[in-house]
C-alpha cells in the first residue's frame, strides 16, 4: 500500500512538471500573421516607394525582444536591414521597412522573425507572406508606362524613341538594335565612329577637304578647283590640291603637272614663263607695260584717207576694242597743237595737203596703242572750178570744129552752084 502511494506521488509530481514544462514553453512565444502585413498603398510602382507594415504579437507574460527580415522572393533579396522588435507581455508592436520594387509583375514579400529567446517559442507561427502586383513604371516618376509619354524619362517621347524603356538610347541608326551611344559604328558602313566624318550616314565616312561634303558626293575632294573627273584626265591625285607643289592649286595652275610652268595667260599652249609674249598681243613682255593685258585692238571707219578742204571731216573709231577688258577713253591729234577726245574725230582742215592725224585708244589698265595715218586734203572747190574751165574750153573747142567744118561745106557747095 505504501508502495502503491508512493508510485502515485512521482507520477503527480511528473504530470504536473510536464504541464509546468508546456506552459512555460507557451510564455515566450511571439508571432506574426498574413493579416497584420499591409502596404502603404494599393498602387504600387515600379521604382517608387512603398512602405511595408507588419505588427509582431507577444503572447506570453514576458517582455520579448527579436529581429524581423523582410524579404522580395521574386527579386532574391532582403528588403532593407534587420528590424529589431521588443514588445511588452501581452502586447505587440508594429514595424516597417521602405521598398523600392525594381521590376514589374508579381512579388512574393515574406516576413520572418527570428525570437531572441527560442525556448518555448513555437515556429510555426514566426513566418508571413504576401504577394502583390507592381505595375510597370521604367522612369519611376510616378506613372506607368501606360500613361507615360515618355517612359524612360530622357526628353524623347517614346513614339520617337528607338530605345523607350532606355534613357542611356534613344537612336538606332543602322536598326542593329544597339543605341548609337555605345555603337561604335553608328551607320554601319565598316568605319568607327571616331574614324568617321559622318557617323550617322552610311554613304560617307570621309570629307578630305572638310568642305562638309563628303568624298562619295563631292565633285572635287580636294577642293583645289579641278573636279576629280578632270583630275584624272589631267593625271593628277584628286585627293591633292597642288600636286606639283608648285604654290598653285591644281585648277588655278595651267600646268599641273609642270613645276616649272603655272599659267598660260594667252592661252597659246606656251607657259608665261618661256612665253615671250604673254598676252600675245604683239609686244614683247620685256616692252609691254603689262604682259598679262591685251592691249586695245583700234578699228577705224569713215574716211581716213582724204578729206574737203573747209569741209568737216568724219573718222570713227567706234569698231574698236579691248579683248580683255573696256576701253577708257580715246585722243585725236593733229599736228602737235590740235587734240580731240571720244570715239568719233571731227574736223575742218583749212590747209590742202597731206595731214598727219594720230589717234591714242587707252583700255581700263591705262595700256594704250597708239595709230598715225594721213588724210589727203583736196580743195574741191578749186577742182571744181579747174574742171569747169576745162569742160567750156571743150565744149569751145568742140563747138569750133563742128562749125567750121559746116561752114567749109557750105562755101563748097555754093561755089558749085556757081
Known amino acids: 500500500m505504501t508502495s502503491l502511494l508512493k508510485n502515485r506521488w512521482i507520477v503527480g509530481v511528473l504530470i504536473f512538471f510536464l504541464c509546468s514544462q508546456s ?92 525570437p531572441w529567446i527560442s525556448k518555448g517559442d513555437n515556429p510555426d507561427n514566426n513566418y508571413a507572406q504576401i504577394s502583390v502586383e507592381v505595375l510597370k513604371d521604367t522612369d519611376a516618376d510616378g506613372l506607368t508606362d501606360e500613361e507615360d509619354p515618355d517612359d524612360d524619362n530622357d526628353g524623347v517621347p517614346d513614339e520617337e524613341d528607338h530605345f523607350p524603356l532606355d534613357a542611356s538610347e534613344q537612336v538606332d541608326t543602322d536598326g542593329d538594335r544597339i543605341g548609337d551611344n555605345v555603337d561604335e559604328d553608328d551607320d554601319n558602313d565598316s568605319h568607327l565612329d571616331e574614324d568617321d566624318a559622318f557617323p550617322l550616314n552610311s554613304m560617307e565616312w570621309e570629307d578630305h577637304d572638310e568642305d562638309g561634303v563628303g568624298n562619295n558626293e563631292d565633285e572635287d575632294d580636294d577642293n583645289d578647283g579641278l573636279s576629280d573627273k578632270d583630275e584624272e584626265k589631267a593625271g593628277t591625285d584628286p585627293l591633292i590640291e597642288d600636286f606639283d607643289e608648285d604654290g598653285v592649286k591644281d585648277g588655278e595652275d595651267d600646268f599641273p603637272t609642270d613645276p616649272s610652268e603655272q599659267y598660260d595667260y594667252d592661252e597659246d599652249g606656251l607657259g608665261d614663263n618661256v612665253d615671250e609674249d604673254d598676252d600675245n598681243d604683239g609686244l614683247l613682255d620685256e616692252d609691254d607695260p603689262d604682259d598679262h593685258n591685251k592691249g586695245p585692238i583700234i578699228k577705224l571707219s569713215g574716211n581716213a584717207v582724204f578729206a574737203y578742204l573747209n569741209r568737216e571731216a568724219h573718222v570713227s573709231a567706234y569698231d574698236s576694242y579691248d579683248e580683255d577688258g573696256s576701253l577708257s577713253y580715246i585722243t585725236w591729234e593733229i599736228g602737235e597743237e590740235v587734240k580731240k577726245t571720244g570715239k568719233e574725230f571731227k574736223y575742218t582742215f583749212t590747209e590742202t595737203g597731206k595731214q598727219k592725224v594720230k589717234i591714242t585708244v587707252y583700255d581700263d589698265k591705262d595700256e594704250f596703242r597708239e595709230l598715225e595715218f594721213e588724210i589727203n586734203v583736196i580743195d574741191m572747190d578749186f577742182i571744181i572750178t579747174i574742171l569747169l574751165i576745162i569742160i567750156i574750153i571743150s565744149l569751145a573747142i568742140l563747138i569750133n570744129i563742128k562749125y567750121s567744118s559746116w561752114a567749109k561745106k557750105l562755101l563748097t557747095k555754093i561755089k558749085s552752084r556757081s
Open 23 to 114: 506552459a512555460f514553453a507557451q510564455s515566450n512565444d511571439i508571432s506574426i500573421n498574413q493579416n497584420s502585413v499591409h502596404i502603404s498603398t494599393d498602387r504600387i510602382l515600379e521604382g517608387n516607394l512603398a512602405r511595408i507594415y507588419a505588427t509582431i504579437n507577444n503572447g506570453s507574460n514576458s517582455d520579448l525582444k527579436g529581429t524581423v527580415q523582410f524579404y522580395d522572393n521574386s527579386a532574391g533579396a532582403q528588403i532593407s536591414s534587420d528590424q529589431t522588435v521588443s514588445i511588452l507581455a501581452g502586447g505587440s508592436d508594429d514595424i516597417f521597412v521602405d521598398w523600392y520594387p525594381t521590376f514589374e509583375g508579381t512579388h512574393h514579400i515574406s516576413i520572418s522573425i527570428d
